[in-house]
């Protein structure tokens, strides 16, 4: 069979690399003048500078399963964070992995000690059983699930909510506590991680394994049939196939499912002489997750980030309201002193569709087909994650070929 992927975000990817190994012809239809969607990486002045701030968790296991992880050289960010809160750093280390991080960690100011204790309990109540029970379990708001845990407003506000929302975009843990305990089991089993090369290695890699000829860049699409793709120009491509695998608001518009608000967040890139900090670890905000959540010495991480002699620093916010990167250079200021104010920006990226919103309630197919036979994958269809991108991506090859079997 012919099969059109509308999109070559991870999502299509991962599809186009499915269906060809299933046999069939496979066409990549992608606007951009480059594969990934948002999981890019650019160089400014020598720095490697992704789409806004980006880790994997390295233990997804759709990425485990797909992506060669030796030929990516991921490196990996120190187990727990650095909050800074009440003017000062503290370490909150993960004692199962960092046993002389513990006295750090008990002396950190994010809870009570009875709260890390229950943190140990909470890694251990999200590893039960297999993912896919975790994904049916009892669904509630990421908040009351961490309330019901037993862990203090203290332990929410100054540690947890930075966490999750420097992941999920989600400050209000308002959305689904099914995401909260996959997100937890993931940090509990490996590494936060980036390709020593930017995060834009993810999607070159997925991309080098289509077919010679099947992804066609700079080819943005008009519409689309279950058997036809329309493109800008005018170009019409027949297919025995479609598959929209964009973001949310595209695959709404080319399709006509229902859409959904997005999460935003503002990224800043700096370049500085020196690392504010030297070591390869998260920041994270304890006084709140405004105007800075979270910061990360990215060179400090892999120092391919940086050219000889600099540094690349990323400063996030799960926000794109106006005036908020000059908040963020404040505070910076108020964290590391004025030598802050000398650093080079290289980058302001704000980014209004980050990630769908995920709410308590959602169904969480994978893969989706039309009443007219268009079928539909992307991080929307799953979790707002790269795992949830990839797998969407595997589910619609894998829906589509058995249908087509059948």
Not at 17 to 33: C, K, N, Q
Not at 375 to 397: E, L, P, V, Y
Request: hydrophobic share 40%.
């Amino acid at each position: 069979m012919q099969i059109g992927v509308i999109g070559a975000g991870l999502a299509g990817l991962t599809a186009g690399i499915e269906l060809s190994l299933a046999g069939h012809e496979v066409v990549v239809f992608e606007a951009a003048d480059g594969p990934g969607g948002r999981v890019r990486t650019d160089l400014v002045d020598g720095h490697r500078l992704d789409r806004g701030f980006q880790i994997l968790l390295d233990a997804y296991p759709e990425t485990r399963r797909l992506l060669d992880y030796r030929a990516l050289d991921l490196r990996a960010f120190s187990p727990g964070a650095l909050l800074r809160w009440n003017d000062r750093f503290h370490r909150v280390g993960d004692p199962l992995r960092e046993p002389s991080k513990l006295l750090d960690t008990l002396r950190a100011p994010i809870g009570s000690p009875l709260d890390k204790v229950r943190i140990l309990a909470f890694r251990r109540a999200v590893a039960k059983g297999t993912l896919a029970e975790l994904w049916q379990r009892p669904e509630t708001t990421a908040r009351q699930r961490l309330e019901d845990a037993g862990f203090s407003e203290t332990m929410i506000e100054r540690f947890l909510t930075p966490l999750f929302a420097g992941i999920t975009l989600d400050p209000e843990l308002a959305g689904s506590s099914r995401v909260v305990e996959f997100v937890f089991r993931m940090l509990g089993a490996g590494d936060a991680v980036v390709p020593a090369l930017g995060m834009g290695a993810i999607s070159d890699q997925l991309a080098a394994r289509l077919p010679s000829g099947a992804l066609r860049l700079d080819s943005p699409v008009r519409a689309v049939t279950a058997r036809r793709v329309v493109l800008e120009d005018g170009e019409t491509v027949e297919l025995d196939s479609v598959v929209v695998a964009t973001d949310l608001s595209e695959a709404a518009r080319l399709t006509g499912i229902e859409s959904r608000p997005w999460k935003g967040v503002t990224s800043v890139w700096l370049r500085a002489d020196s690392p504010p900090i030297d070591e390869p670890v998260l920041v994270l905000n304890g006084g709140g997750t405004s105007p800075i959540n979270t910061l990360a010495v990215m060179s400090q991480v892999s120092p391919d980030y940086a050219p000889a002699g600099s540094s690349t620093i990323v400063v996030s916010t799960p926000s794109t309201e106006p005036g908020v990167v000059d908040q963020m250079r404040t505070q910076l200021g108020q964290w590391f002193g004025e030598s802050t104010f000398g650093w080079d920006l290289l980058r302001i990226d704000r980014i209004e569709r980050a990630q769908p919103v995920q709410p308590v309630g959602r169904a969480r197919s994978g893969a989706l087909q039309t009443d007219d036979g268009i079928w539909i994958c992307g991080d929307h269809t799953r979790d707002a994650s790269i795992n949830g991108a990839i797998g969407s991506g595997r589910a619609a090859a894998q829906a589509l070929s058995t249908a087509r079997d059948t």
